[in-house]
T-cell receptor
Framework: DADVTQTPRNRITKTGKRIMLECSQT?????MYWYRQDPGLGLRLIYY???????NKGEISDGYSVSRQAQAKFSLSLESAIPNQTALYFC???????????????FGDGTRLSIL | KNEVEQSPQNLTAQEGEFITINCSYS?????LHWLQQHPGGGIVSLFM???GKKKHGRLIATINIQEKHSSLHITASHPRDSAVYIC??????????????FGKGTHLIIQP
């Protein structure tokens, strides 16, 4: 089984719908992240969490919300999906260390989301 | 201007060739990461480094902190090395709380 599991792997939905992307991990890492990847733009940070009680906005949090239900679970929600949120979404985890950037990140396989 | 720039954007080479991918950044960093993304989309961390050089198999990563530049080298390239290689940095600002900032990636194709 994968260490970082994202569900669903693919989703097509309509504008205005509420969407939830789920991420679970078996690595025992404290830190979890949500990124989106767009062609030609690279990955960008949406939200990150250092533990269950610590949620932080990233570079592009508008239109998104997250929930850290447990150390192992971090969900990303699109409250009212719009077409420019069509992208490839990645969840990642890392172990605690001196600053979140100092540890390797472990990525899920991604969720391909299309908003029509 | 992007804070992390990679070159080239695309690279096609013959099997066996020595490959170099470059990454330049314009911010203070705590660490630099090299990642590999295969056509299926999955992303794997190859290296994390803050100084000097690291080697894993046929892959070598170097970083020059003074010049704000890193290179990823692949020796004896093979078609299975075909992938997108992504450079990312952890910025010093915010005490490391800014997460990773990514380059746009280098699309590498190794032809048999």
């Amino acid at each position: 089984d994968a260490d970082v599991t994202q569900t669903p792997r693919n989703r097509i939905t309509k504008t205005g719908k509420r969407i939830m992307l789920e991420c679970s991990q078996t690595k025992g890492h404290d830190r979890m992240y949500w990124y989106r990847q767009d062609p030609g733009l690279g990955l960008r940070l949406i939200y990150y969490s250092f533990d269950v009680k610590d949620i932080n906005k990233g570079e592009i949090s508008d239109g998104y919300s997250v929930s850290r239900q447990a150390q192992a679970k971090f969900s990303l929600s699109l409250e009212s999906a719009i077409p420019n949120q069509t992208a490839l979404y990645f969840c990642a985890t890392s172990d605690s260390g001196q600053g979140i950037s100092n540890q390797p990140q472990h990525f899920g396989d991604g969720t391909r989301l299309s908003i029509l | 201007k992007n804070e992390v720039e990679q070159s080239p954007q695309n690279l096609t080479a013959q099997e066996g060739e020595f490959i170099t991918i470059n990454c330049s950044y314009s911010v203070g960093i705590s660490a630099l990461h090299w990642l590999q993304q295969h056509p299926g989309g999955g992303i794997v961390s190859l290296f994390m480094l803050s100084s000097g050089k690291k080697k894993h198999g046929r892959l070598i990563a170097t970083i020059n902190i003074q010049e704000k530049h890193s290179s990823l080298h692949i020796t004896a390239s093979h078609p299975r090395d075909s992938a997108v290689y992504i450079c990312a940095v952890g910025k010093l600002s915010g005490g490391g709380a800014d997460g990773l900032t990514f380059g746009k990636g280098t699309h590498l194709i190794i032809q048999p």
